[in-house]
């Protein structure tokens, strides 16, 4: 789990602004969002280092970003690396992994694509409680069982919510420290795991049976992103300096995760994606210039091998303002 030229519409808040400002310390800095998106994308994009052999097996990794007819859209990484476009969603807000393929909060409903995306495979319209603020849909999680878990809100005013496969929404509930990031998971079908803020502004991923509960889990401060695989198994977060992924038990016992990979000098990242089993972690990155503006934005893309994990993609993406990303279930 947008300001700026990276908006996302509907209520997100930029990653670059807020991911910046949740660190471990009292003390912020904002590197801002990137510059215009192009006006006419391509309709594919190449990466700059194709991987050797396929990155993606089982399934690609969706973008929701603009770029597509002139438009919000799904764009599909391929097993060759390249981002494809494939369905224009002017009225998307949010993605998350589903099972055999991708959720989207489109509009009034939720869609669960698979395939090639092109079309909605279910449509569940979402029915809100009487009197909600709002409905705009800032994050979206689904448990391995496919109960949906929803942030609301825009502009720091954030709630969270569930709701069943009938689409009913239920427990809108704010917490008392806002998230500087809106992001929901689920470990199982009873505890989300969530970023939590203190009264120090220091932020943590922290698991519980609902938001205002969860406990904060001791092993990083200042995290900026957290993501959660499909299955529940694996967590992956990220701090202002680097990248970290461990099995879920480990996090709940304590255990320090390993480090994947270093964020480089200047740049930000966001967008933290793992696939259903744990195995892939794909997230975006930007190089912050003097102005505070994000530009020279990648996917990069890791693999677990071997007890260890290995850069499989780093690629220019064809688009500029990303509202998430999945991968297929």
């Known amino acids: 789990m947008t300001t700026g030229s990276m908006t996302r519409v509907a209520g997100v808040v930029a990653p670059l602004l807020l991911l910046s400002a949740c660190t471990g310390s009292a003390s912020t800095s904002s590197p801002g969002a990137p510059g215009p998106a192009q ?10 280092a194709t991987p ?11 973008v929701l970003a603009d770029g597509v007819q002139g438009g919000v859209g799904l764009w599909m990484l391929d097993p060759q690396a390249r981002f494809k476009a494939t369905v224009s969603l002017p009225q998307a807000t949010s993605i998350a992994t589903a099972n055999g393929g991708i959720a ?81 998971g689920w470990l199982d079908e009873q505890r989300m795991v969530v ?77 933290l994606a793992l696939d259903r089993t744990g195995g892939r972690l794909a997230y975006l990155t930007g190089v912050v210039a003097p102005d505070g503006t994000v530009g020279s934005i990648r996917e990069i893309v890791y693999a677990a091998s071997a007890g260890s994990w290995r850069k499989t993609a780093d690629i220019s993406v064809p688009f500029n303002k990303i509202r998430g990303q999945a991968w297929l279930g």
């Open 39 to 48: 006006s006419t994308p391509p309709a594919s994009a190449p990466s700059a």
């Open 52 to 62: 050797s052999g396929s990155a993606f097996p089982g399934g690609g990794l969706a």
């Open 104 to 184: 989207v909060v489109n509009g009034p409903a939720l869609e669960t694509r698979k395939g090639d995306l092109a079309s909605a495979a279910s449509t569940v319209s979402l029915k809100w409680p009487a009197g909600a603020a709002s409905t705009d849909v800032a994050a979206l999680g689904l448990s391995p069982a496919g109960r949906i878990g929803l942030v609301v809100g825009a502009d720091g005013a954030y709630s969270y919510a569930t709701a069943g496969s009938d689409g009913q929404v239920a427990g809108l509930a704010s917490v008392s420290q806002q998230p500087f990031t809106p992001l929901i």
């Open 195 to 271: 970023l939590a803020t203190d009264v120090q502004q220091v932020s943590r991923v922290a698991v519980g049976a609902d938001p205002a509960s969860a406990q904060p889990l001791t092993q990083l401060i200042g995290c900026r992103w957290v993501a959660v695989s499909a299955d529940g198994g694996t967590i992956a977060a990220a701090t202002g300096s680097a990248l970290y992924v461990g099995p879920s038990a480990d996090w709940l016992a304590g255990k320090q995760p390993a480090e994947v990979a270093r964020v480089d000098e200047g740049s930000v990242v966001w967008d």
